[in-house]
T-cell receptor, first 113, second 113 residues
């Protein structure tokens, strides 16, 4: 009965590289949410996905960021050409439906050097 | 858009005493949920308590209870018999019809022995 699994827990990238963050939702959950937490801040919504569909990406930066949740496999948050300002903790949450409790993973801390 | 405000960046309490964390929110919706999350140094987001807006009765979970004032749009968290393990960052969050959580900036709670 594993919870939401995120990997890696820590990721270091040089400016200009790509970062890929993975999220495996809880078993039976088909709704995935990504949030970003900047230092000294609360979590900010980025994107809401269901299997193979992006439902709401209103919190995603317009460039360099993309997310997917394929039919098979984990959800991926991809950041291209990372910059120092992308350094943050990225959290994934999953829920069974849109109206049930969302459970959070432990987050991925991205550091851009 | 919904907003969540936590006006206390930091709070401290003596072990075994009671502390109340404040949260106000702004919304035009009538049906929504409110949550308090705890984030210890491990960074894991742990759900402490939830409140459905249509319920007048305040939610309670062991030593944690809320004071939900719908008309005032206030949702405070009371922690009774504080323990050292309660020390963490606490986030208030709103969940409405747009299926995403909106978080406050958090309150850092210190528990003094």
């Amino acid at each position: 009965n594993a919870g939401v699994m995120q990997n890696p827990r820590h990721l270091v990238r040089r400016r200009g590289q790509e970062a890929r963050l993975r999220c495996s939702p809880m078993k039976g959950h088909s709704h995935v949410y990504w949030y970003r937490q900047l230092p000294e801040e609360g979590l900010k919504f980025m994107v809401y996905l269901q299997k193979e569909n992006i439902i709401d990406e209103s919190g995603m930066p317009k460039e360099r960021f993309s997310a997917e949740f394929p039919k098979e496999g984990p959800s991926i948050l991809r950041i291209q050409q990372v910059v120092r300002g992308d350094s943050a903790a990225y959290f994934c949450a999953s829920s069974k439906t849109e109206n049930t409790e969302a459970f959070f993973g432990q987050g991925t801390r991205l550091t851009v050097v | 858009a919904q907003t969540v405000t936590q006006s206390q960046p930091e709070m401290s309490v003596q072990e075994a005493e009671t502390v109340t964390l404040s949260c106000t929110y702004d919304t035009s919706e009538s049906d929504y949920y409110l949550f308090w999350y705890k984030q210890p140094p491990s960074r894991q987001m742990i759900l402490v308590i939830r409140q459905e807006a249509y319920k007048q009765q305040n939610a309670t979970e062991n030593r944690f209870s809320v004071n939900f004032q719908k008309a005032a749009k206030s949702f405070s968290l009371k922690i009774s018999d504080s323990q050292l393990g309660d020390a963490a960052m606490y986030f208030c969050a709103y969940y409405g019809s747009n299926y995403k959580l909106t978080f406050g900036k958090g309150t850092l709670l210190t528990v003094n022995p």
